[in-house]
T-cell receptor, first 113, second 115 residues
Framework: DQQVKQNSPSLSVQEGRISILNCDYT??????FLWYKKYPAEGPTFLIS?????DKNEDGRFTVFLNKSAKHLSLHIVPSQPGDSAVYFC????????????FGSGTQLTVLP | GAGVSQSPSNKVTEKGKDVELRCDPI?????LYWYRQSLGQGLEFLIY????????KSGLPSDRFSAERTGGSVSTLTIQRTQQEDSAVYLC?????????????FGNGTRLTVT
């Protein structure tokens, strides 16, 4: 039973355009959400996070939106750059869970020059 | 400073053999996690160490898997009698628990292939 779902295994976007990566979750106990970025042969690196008390968090070109009622979050990258090409993982956390992150299966983003 | 270091980076082993995977967390990080990523899958939680507390082993898939953390630093994940379905990238992560939401820092992983 996947509690965190990334239904798009891949996404291609033209350089300069917006990339939108989506994530859905089922566990209503999740109250903190993170996005990680992973290049081949490297471990995931933290990108941006959002608490359930917010609906938006912005950091430079990266913005994460949270819709609690829909149990949906999205990561927007604008403008997209070729160096953004990587696998993006959505992860969720329930407070008091000893910080066991639950990860989605990832979306491969390819930004075309 | 140094990040999370994992060794070996790649390991090929025959079915039935035992393997040991090593993780050196970031100095001062009190929490250490093991995850694995099978082909086309997300990261699957395996085990969690926090300070001197008993580890949370709830994610270990079978009793062939075990892990220890010596002196609150280096951790070793051991897989006994490896099976082909154990083939995956095994990722270690550490964090310094400052409140609840400090992000995990991952190593580059060990790619295990069981033939």
């Amino acid at each position: 039973d996947q509690q965190v779902k990334q239904n798009s295994p891949s996404l291609s976007v033209q350089e300069g355009r917006i990339s939108i990566l989506n994530c859905d979750y089922t566990n209503s106990m999740f109250d903190y959400f993170l996005w990680y970025k992973k290049y081949p042969a490297e471990g995931p690196t933290f990108l941006i996070s959002i608490s359930s008390i917010k609906d938006k968090n912005e950091d430079g070109r990266f913005t994460v939106f949270l819709n609690k009622s829909a149990k949906h979050l999205s990561l927007h990258i604008v403008p997209s750059q070729p160096g953004d090409s990587a696998v993006y993982f959505c992860a969720a956390l329930a407070s008091g869970s000893a910080r066991q992150l639950t990860f989605g299966s990832g979306t491969q983003l390819t930004v075309l020059p | 400073g140094a990040g999370v270091s994992q060794s070996p980076s790649n390991k090929v082993t025959e079915k039935g053999k035992d393997v040991e995977l090593r993780c050196d967390p970031i100095s001062g990080h009190t929490a250490l996690y093991w995850y694995r990523q099978s082909l086309g899958q997300g990261l699957e939680f395996l085990i969690y160490f926090q300070g001197n507390s008993a580890p949370d082993k709830s994610g270990l898939p079978s009793d062939r898997f075990s892990a220890e953390r010596t002196g609150g630093s280096v951790s070793t994940l051991t897989i006994q009698r490896t099976q082909q379905e154990d083939s995956a990238v095994y990722l270690c992560a550490s964090t310094f628990l400052r409140g609840d939401n400090s992000p995990l820092h991952f190593g580059n992983g060990t790619r295990l292939t069981v033939t």
